[in-house]
């Protein structure tokens, strides 16, 4: 069974800096593109940025520069460097593996970026 477990939400200020870090068991971790998403409250779900197996990434605009995914595959884990932290980055992060026919979300976690 594949667990997608995040970690390394909390309360930060602006401009602070946070890394989270997702690790997925119960596969094997390198053949799956990797995803960051979150949910703010009353807003739908949004891509933050991707990982492909290779190492390619893709970021939204709105962290460009300031969010840094990565990946160590021998950790089963993928990362996610946030720096720069506004208060419009407050949210519900969430983790995703992608196979193309299997796709796997983990529960969240919560960053709040407050004064």
């Known amino acids: 069974q594949v667990q997608v477990v995040e970690s390394g939400g909390g309360l930060v200020q602006p401009g602070g800096s946070l890394r989270l870090s997702c690790t997925v068991s119960?596969?094997?971790?390198?053949?799956?593109?990797m995803g960051w998403y979150r949910q703010a409250p009353g807003k739908q779900r949004e891509l933050v940025a991707t990982i492909t197996r290779g190492g390619s990434t893709i970021y939204a605009d709105s962290v460009k520069g300031r969010f840094t995914i990565s990946r160590d595959n021998a950790k089963n884990t993928v990362y996610l460097q946030m720096n720069s932290l506004k208060p419009e980055d407050t949210a519900v992060y969430y983790c995703?593996?992608?196979?193309?026919?299997?796709?796997?979300w983990g529960k969240g976690t919560l960053v709040t970026v407050s004064s």
């Open positions: 119960g596969s094997i971790f390198s053949m799956y593109a």
């Open positions: 995703n593996a992608d196979r193309v026919t299997l796709n796997y």
